[in-house]
């Protein structure tokens, strides 16, 4: 008979019998975070790519590399022509996290919650705040991407921005009104929304210089929230500047062979959300390592508590120069290589400029062997554990203040004091003057940069110098036209555009 | 020494119907001693009186006489009519050959074991019309690629494997000694009777059995050594520094040596190191030894063989690349009961052990990483350990501190070997116990139990090394493996033959039940104590970082199939023939209501030759028959449950802790990874074929022709899905594909005297097109990043209109040689490439709108070949015999890269000499850069692949007649030379490049490891 036919997988669940339980629930809305972790793990990470955007950084890497940092870096396609896909991977992880996240959200109807109103409504707050996050990511990088909010296999075009920006206000709204209220590390809840919302709301309004977010949300509805962040009392500025970034923090003991650390941690008072990572990553399929870490460590070389990498993002020297006088974010933000004395062979590196960043980037022990390494990661490429600290409570802070607080002074005096710096009055080009400071290679700048329009970014980020690459003096040139050509946007992977029969439309200036 | 009389014979030898037949052989039997008939048949012969005298001639059955102090002997030879009253294998029985209505093709055992070849498939290569059979690597014991009338599918194209009727995935286990013929059915009207499984053809093995009466011990063995056949040759440090130079004033550089610099390069710390030479190993060794008996009374027979087969690796040597295989074999079959019952048994056991290099794609190809090392890198530091690249590493070479000249090269030898010490093995157990039962005249019925067990074992060990920044591990590792498996399959055949005065009926019903279940568990560790590969157990590793300890365990994939068949063959005097089958199969592979696939067939023949108007052809035509088919095969050829979402819970960690390193606190997530096809359903070939066999000129020359349509649809196909869905495609039945194609094989069979010769050749050309593909923009298309680091797209698996696989890019037109011809390109008045530099490539701008895109990408080169062919060539005379064998492909296409074009300091060939360096330097090869500016994909990767193989010469003299002890019937000494020669314009190391990047994907050379050449000498002893 027909029996002996019959068969079933053993060893993994199948829909037919998920997302029936609380548990089921829980699994989701982990599969979540771990999809929104995954978005930075391949491809160029968001927080890497902005910075090498923005005037902070270089594209830097290898001598030997290819060009696809520099194609970012100077918004030219014809710098590696066959890089049409370095987005790729992003692109595609971006989508398989919305995906779970739409998966979990129709879901939540055949959900049985045993009466627990509380947690239904969390995880509809989690999952509405990763959904939004992953779309604000990808309307900055790419504008109109296709908005896909319940599971298909449709062809779905690109979408105008409004209606990307509608979803992600709607979502954020959702997750204000539902999520906790409760801090708990690496969970969102809804000042985490509140404070994303603030985000979005003056990204939007001055890219696309509006008035208020896609008539969702207005100024003052926008500084509510943020300052309603500021009133809850769950966050705070951490003392020391240097104590939220590891290396900045930490001094090596060389005959221990260890690390003396004030670092304040992970989940400290400041962090309002952050991707979180851990050693585990392998190349059996775990990815919560961070991946792109390793992107900025010092080229192929250690110098305790730095440690190596691939090179990637050189601080330009103009921003190392333009810190006040006594900023103690300077040395806690930037590593100068002359200045703290490393002994560093830059023939193998591109775009040197003497400087790198200080606050993401791996560790080493006074040997010069890996601290993930040292303590269970696989390798210093995957195994780095530094979370990527995607909001902190300086930023609310500044965004309310910009917003107009009445509180604005006190506000940017808070920041500023913990820098070690004189109050500066809170207008509004001091407070993103200050904001350059605060959040350098936090993947912040160049949104702020933009924000301002895309001539100001243009002309702020353009560039004509010297730099060395492999030791030789080189010129680097970044054209303000190719920023203005393109909007300041990314290129659509070309693959995706063929996948889709061009469906999808290039964005302008990448053809 | 008995001394017999010694008379004069004379006779006349004729054939059935008086005539005289010239030129018979005559010949005293253990003896040199004969002659042949004259033109009025008649001969004459001195010998002793109590001699056998041995009649023979090609076509008719050869006759022993014993002389019995005879004069005269007239003796009439009754026609062979040769191999049409042999039998061959069809599905589920056997047919007489002349009665055949498929289109199927034989080869026996004797062929395949003259080759010499570790692999049986590989000693079908050129033997087989329609076949196409491709190695996907020379590397010992690498699978060969078997396409039946051209690829149907982008899926997994190859054929279903039947051996003494018990199904199985792979046939490398068997000992070509031990192969009695394969039977290929080719067109679907026969291989519907396999129905589910059969649309890319099916393969049946058939091993020996023993013969009453008849007891034999044969030894067969040769011992051989291989050699490389062809290298590429790269650029030495002199050229390489040349090379540089010029790339990097190209890329607007300063040049990095001075003309003195290159001129002392020898005392410049650097070394002159050839890793092509340093990747081969010389005179490796090939050798297999055979010792089979068989026998039998009339109660049972028996035939059973014992063997070993070994091969070593030309690259990298028997350490990393080597193949040993140790095989048992026993058939044996008794009769009981006055034969009313037979109960029989076929067993073969292997244990195969088989260790190889990396073979696969750009990251996972230990040879290609030679191509891309400078020169200038040594293989050994100053301690003769390998050298570390890294810089600052303390190295000495040449007594003093090395410094690298490029960072990111590491030593391609010295990593093939780290990463490649492992101590895998293999065993399968293949065979079956039938019981036969004929009650009644005419009526049979066959149940058969048949197992296909195999396990794996496979253990490696990795040392903590460094060789370079990017190539080290920080941690020794240790990792077993261990899998196993059996299949059943349990098949149960009634046939009842019987006629109606001249209508001959058999008809066949059947059913068939499968079962594949297996299990593995694989462990991973680090930090071993102590360590080496001898020491590479689990027991031995000390790591507790849960990041560097991998457990797993899990079955595989379980597959049933249940399945009703039946078939009637009748014919009317052997002349009108018909066959009609048809199966029934459901899969577990398939939801429910999609469960049952239904597969039909018919085929007819008509013998020509037996009609009386045709009589008036009898001299010439022997016979001839005509045949033509039509029927449906199926394919299920996927992972099971495709149907069902999955939920994937492992690998979808987060942690939501907040300390540095927490190896186990991460919180499990889950997700659904794919999307489900409810509707997934069987794929399904269709096939007509009209064809004929023919024997001429008393069947000396004998002509198999065939015409064939294939349409296959609905392809199994995981769906090329857009990203914006989220998850993995779910496979999808869609596609279509047509093969056309003919085929002809023809062979002469002659003697002269005591010359016998054959001559056999065989042709098929196939034309492949993909009719139809279910995607948005109607193609698959094929994977980036497989040429060099960040390459694009170069071919697509499917598009409508298109070979499958066919290779996808711009069209170039030579070389600008000035900037004059930049500005000259033009389409309506646009420069069509602005930045162009002379030296760089001019791309065909195919729509003519001025801009180079995606839009001008067209046809650069089709994998798949227009003609296969082979031939054989052979004589014997007297106790010489003499082959030459041959196979070849035309009309395909090859991309070669063996450059990582990324990588600016990556080697070159020697190709690269004649680049072009100034006005009219060249017109093919462009300027060297820093870049791969001129190597976006187009057609200069494209080489035409079209070779033909001396694929193996045999001298061969048997000693027998000169030792003379009855005992010895055969003592057979010989050498042989395979892959002697290789006819072709393609540059690589070999031209038969079967390896592809993915299924629907082939001809793509990416630093093949080549086909040895290799030097054998052979003995044959029969007793």
């Given at each position: 008979?027909d029996?002996?036919?019959d068969?079933?997988?053993?060893t ?6 998920f997302?029936?339980?609380?548990e ?17 793990q391949e ?12 005037d902070?950084c270089f ?7 290819g060009?696809?940092y ?7 396609l ?15 992880n971006?989508?398989?996290?919305i ?34 996050f ?7 990088l790419?504008?109109k ?21 509608a979803?992600?206000?709607?979502d954020?709204l959702?997750a ?13 809840n ?5 404070s ?5 709301f003056?990204?939007?309004t001055?890219y ?5 977010l ?9 500084l ?6 500021i009133?809850s ?6 003392e ?24 304040a941690?992970?989940?400290n ?34 110098f305790s ?7 990637a ?32 062979d830059?023939?193998?590196q591109?775009?040197?400029?003497g ?20 303590n269970?990661?696989?390798?210093f ?6 979370d ?10 500044l ?11 006190d ?10 710096l004189d109050?500066?009055?809170a207008?509004?080009a ?9 959040f ?8 702020d ?8 970014a ?10 060395l690459n492999g030791?030789v003096?080189?010129?680097k040139?970044?054209?303000?036209q ?5 909007r ?9 555009i063929?996948?889709?029969d ?10 | 020494?008995?001394l017999s009389a ?12 008086n005539?005289?037949?010239p030129g018979?052989s005559?010949?005293e039997?253990?003896t ?7 033109t009025?048949?008649?001969?004459s012969?001195?010998v002793?009186e109590d ?7 090609v076509?008719?059955?050869p006759?022993?006489i ?37 289109a199927?093709l034989?080869?026996d ?11 049986a ?21 690498e699978?060969?690629?078997?396409i ?9 194209a ?7 009727g018990?199904?199985?995935s ?7 000694a031990d192969i ?10 026969s291989a ?13 093995i058939?091993t020996?059995?023993?013969?009453t ?9 040769y011992?051989?050594?291989?050699n490389?056949?062809?290298k ?6 002199r ?7 010029e ?7 300063a040049?990095?040596?001075t ?23 010389d ?7 055979t010792l089979?008996f068989?026998?039998?009374?009339n109660a049972?027979t028996?035939?059973t063989?014992l ?6 690796g ?8 080597d ?5 048992f ?15 029989g048994q076929?067993?073969?056991?292997a ?15 230990s ?8 020169p ?11 050298l ?8 000495m ?11 990111g ?9 780290y990463?490649?010490?492992s ?6 157990l293949?065979?079956?116990i ?6 009644i ?23 903590e090394y460094?060789?370079s920044?990017y ?16 299949a059943?399959t349990?098949t ?7 006629d ?23 462990t991973?560790?680090t ?8 020491y ?5 590793t ?18 049933m199939?249940l ?12 002349k ?14 398939f ?6 696939g ?8 008509w013998?020509l ?10 001299d ?6 005509l045949?033509?088919s039509w029927?449906?095969v199926g394919?299920?050829?996927i992972?099971?449950?495709?149907y ?13 802790g907040?300390d ?5 606190g ?11 096809n409810?509707?997934?359903?069987w ?5 007509l ?9 008393k069947?000396?020359?004998?002509v ?13 196909l ?6 914006t869905a ?6 999808i039945?869609?596609g279509d ?15 002269i ?15 492949n ?34 070979p ?5 890019g ?19 008045g646009t ?11 001019r ?8 801009i180079?895109?995606d ?16 031939f054989?060539v ?9 082959t030459v ?7 395909n296409?090859?991309?070669q890269s ?7 300091f990556?080697n070159?060939t ?16 462009p ?22 193989r001396?694929?193996?010469i ?8 000169l030792?003379?002890k009855s ?5 057979r000494?010989y ?6 020669f ?17 299924d ?9 490891y ?11 002893v029969?007793?």
């Open positions: 008979s029996d002996f036919l068969s079933k997988p053993v993994t669940l199948t829909d037919a019998n997302y029936q339980t609380l089921d629930a829980e699994l989701a809305i982990v599969g979540c975070y771990d999809g929104v972790q995954a978005i930075n491809g160029v990470a968001f927080p890497v790519a902005s910075e090498v955007f923005s902070n594209g830097g890497t290898g001598n030997n590399d060009y696809g520099q194609l970012l870096d100077e918004f030219d014809q710098r590696s022509p066959s890089d049409q896909n370095l987005f790729e991977e992003n692109w595609i971006y989508y398989e996290a995906y779970r996240v739409n998966m979990l959200l129709t879901k939540m109807d055949q959900i049985d919650w045993e009466g627990d109103t509380a947690t239904m409504h969390s995880i509809e707050a989690e999952a509405r705040f990763l959904r939004a992953c779309y604000f990511d990808m309307v900055r790419w504008e991407v296709p908005l896909v909010t319940v599971p298909t296999e449709e062809n779905v075009p690109q979408n105008e921005p409004d209606e990307i920006y979803q992600i206000t709607n954020l959702i204000i009104e539902k999520g906790k209220e409760t801090v708990e590390a690496g969970r969102v809804k000042w985490a929304a509140k994303l919302l603030g985000r979005v003056l990204f939007y001055g696309y210089n509006k008035s208020d896609v008539g969702l949300v207005s100024a003052s509805e926008a509510a929230h943020l300052e309603d962040v009133a009392g769950n966050y705070g500025l951490v020391e500047f240097k104590n939220l970034w590891p290396a900045a923090s930490a001094t090596p003991d060389p005959e221990n062979n260890t690390l003396i650390s004030t670092y941690g992970k989940d008072q400041e962090t309002i959300f952050a991707i979180k990572h851990n050693i585990t990553s392998n190349y059996d399929g775990d990815t919560d390592g961070n991946h792109w870490l390793v992107m900025l460590g010092l080229r192929e070389q250690a508590p730095y440690g190596r990498g691939w090179g993002c050189p601080v330009d020297p103009n921003l190392y120069n333009a810190f006040e006088e006594g900023d103690e974010r300077k040395t806690a933000s930037i590593i100068a290589i002359d200045e703290e004395g490393l002994d560093f830059n023939s193998g591109r775009e040197y400029t400087y790198a960043n200080k606050k993401y980037i791996p560790l080493a022990l006074p040997d010069g062997s890996d601290m993930a390494v040292q269970g990661g696989f390798n490429m995957i195994g780095q554990y530094q990527y600290v995607c909001i902190r409570y300086a930023d609310v802070l965004m309310a203040a910009e917003l107009g607080s009445p509180n604005a002074q506000y940017m005096d808070q920041v500023r004091e913990r820098a070690g109050p500066k009055p207008t509004k001091n407070i993103l003057e200050e904001r350059r400071f605060e350098a290679f936090e993947g912040i700048r160049y949104w940069l933009l924000r301002q329009g895309v001539e100001t243009a002309n702020t980020i353009a560039r004509s110098t010297t730099v030791g003096e080189a010129q040139v970044i054209d303000p190719n920023i203005i050509d393109t300041g946007l990314q290129m659509i992977p070309q693959n995706q063929s996948l889709s061009n469906v999808l439309k290039q964005n302008d200036g990448w053809n | 020494l008995g010694q008379i004069t014979v004379t006779g006349l030898v004729t054939d059935d119907s005539e005289p037949i018979v005559v010949l039997k253990g040199m001693n004969g002659t042949i008939t004259q009025d048949g008649t001969f012969l001195q002793p001699a056998i005298l041995i009649f023979s001639f076509g008719f059955v006759q022993e014993p002389v019995d102090n005879r004069s005269v002997i007239n003796v009439v030879l009754t026609e062979s009519i040769t191999g049409l009253d042999e039998v061959v294998v069809v599905g589920y029985g056997v047919q007489k050959k002349k009665l055949v209505t498929g199927t034989q080869v055992g004797e062929n395949l074991q003259k080759r010499n070849t570790i692999s498939l590989q000693a079908l290569q050129g033997q087989t019309a329609g076949v196409q059979i491709t190695s996907t690597s020379g590397q010992p014991g699978e060969l690629k078997v039946v009338r051209g690829l149907g599918t982008i899926g997994d190859g054929p279903l494997y039947i051996v003494d018990v199904q199985t792979d046939i490398s286990y068997l000992n070509n009695e013929s394969i039977d290929v059915l080719k067109d679907a009207a519907a009777i396999y129905g589910s499984q059969a649309a890319n053809g099916v393969v049946l058939t020996k059995s023993g013969q009466g008849k007891t034999q011990i044969t030894f067969d063995s011992y051989g050594i291989q490389v056949a062809r590429v040759d790269l650029l030495n440090a050229e390489y520094a040349v090379i540089m130079n790339a990097a004033i190209n890329s607007g550089k040049p990095y040596f003309a003195d610099d290159i001129d002392n390069l020898g005392n410049s710390g650097w070394a002159d190191t050839d890793w092509m030479d340093q990747m081969f190993y005179n490796a060794v090939t050798q297999n030894y089979s068989s026998g039998g009374n049972s028996y035939s063989s063997s070993y087969t070994g091969q070593e030309i690259v990298g040597g028997p350490d990393v690349s193949y040993n295989r140790y095989s074999r026993i058939n044996s079959e008794h009769k009981l009961f006055d034969g009313m019952i037979t109960l076929h067993l073969t056991f244990y195969i052990e088989k260790n190889g290099i990396k073979v696969g794609n750009q990251y996972n190809n040879l290609r990483s030679a191509f891309n090392t400078s200038f890198l040594p293989v050994y530091n100053d301690n003769g350990e390998f570390n690249n890294t810089k600052n590493a303390g190295e070479y040449n007594g003093a501190e090395w410094v690298p000249w490029y960072e090269e590491s030593n391609p030898y010295a990593s093939m070997i990463n490649n010490m101590d895998d093995n293999n065993q399968k293949l065979g079956d039938y019981l036969r039962v004929s009650p005249e005419g009526l049979t019925f066959e149940t058969k139990y048949g197992l296909d067990y195999y396990t794996i074992e496979e253990r490696s060990f990795i040392p460094e060789l920044v190539d080290f591990r920080e941690h020794d590792q240790a990792s077993q493996r261990l899998e196993k498996g059996v059943w349990w149960n055949i009634l046939t009842y033959d019987f109606l005065n001249d209508h001959d009926f058999t008809v066949m019903a059947g059913m068939e039940a499968y079962q594949y279940k297996g299990t593995w568990m694989h991973r560790n930090d071993l104590l102590p360590t080496g590969l001898d590479a157990y689990i027991d031995n000390t790591n507790t970082d849960l990041a560097r300890l991998t457990f797993e365990g899990a079955p595989n994939d379980e597959s199939l399945s009703y068949f039946g078939r009637v063959s009748y014919n009317f005097g052997e009108y023939l018909l066959n009609a089958t048809f199966r029934a199969d459901g899969s577990s592979r939801a429910e209501n999609n469960r049952w239904y597969f039909p067939s018919v085929s007819g023949g013998v030759s037996s009609e009386p108007f045709m009589e008036f052809t009898d010439i035509i022997d016979f001839f028959k045949r033509v029927g449906q394919n299920q050829n992972d099971p449950w495709q069902l979402a999955p939920v994937q819970v492992a690998n979808t960690n987060y942690y939501f907040s540095d390193f927490d190896a186990a991460n919180t499990p997530g889950a997700y659904p990874s794919r999307l489900a409810e509707d997934l359903k794929e399904t070939s269709e096939q074929n009209i064809g004929f066999d023919a024997r001429f000129m069947s000396r020359l004998g198999n022709f065939d015409l064939y349509q294939k349409d296959t649809k609905d392809w199994l995981q769906a090329p899905i857009l990203a989220g998850a993995e495609g779910p496979f039945n869609g594909v047509r093969n056309k194609g003919v085929e002809i094989a023809v062979s002469w069979n002659d003697q005297g005591d010359f016998r010769y054959f001559i056999s050749a065989n042709y098929s050309y196939n034309d097109e993909v009719t139809e593909v279910p995607t948005s923009d109607g193609i698959v298309h094929g994977l980036t990043n497989m040429l060099y680091d960040n390459s694009l797209e170069f071919y697509h698996r499917a598009e409508t209109g298109y499958i696989g066919y290779f996808w711009w069209q170039t037109d030579g070389i600008f040689q000035n900037e004059q011809e930049v500005l000259e390109h033009t389409s309506n420069v069509i490439q602005p930045d162009a530099m002379p030296g760089d490539l791309y065909v701008d195919q729509n003519g709108d001025g180079l895109n839009q001008d990408k067209v046809m650069v080169g089709d994998p798949n070949p227009d003609a296969v062919f082979g054989n052979g004589f014997e005379y007297k106790n010489f015999d003499f064998a041959a196979n070849g492909v035309y009309g296409q090859i991309v063996y450059r990582n074009h990324a990588n600016g990556a070159y020697t190709e690269i000499l004649e680049r072009w360096h100034g006005e009219g330097t060249s017109n093919t090869i300027r060297v850069t820093e870049t791969n500016i001129n190597y976006l994909f187009s057609d200069i990767f494209v080489k035409d692949g079209d070779f033909l001396i694929s193996d045999t001298l061969g003299y048997d000693f027998a007649d030792i003379n005992f010895i019937s055969q003592l000494l050498g042989s030379v395979q892959n002697a290789t006819f072709t314009k393609y540059n690589g190391m070999d031209p038969e490049v079967g390896y592809g990047v993915e629907g994907s082939s001809g793509i050379d990416l630093g093949y080549p086909r040895p050449r290799t030097f054998l000498l052979g003995l044959n029969k007793f």
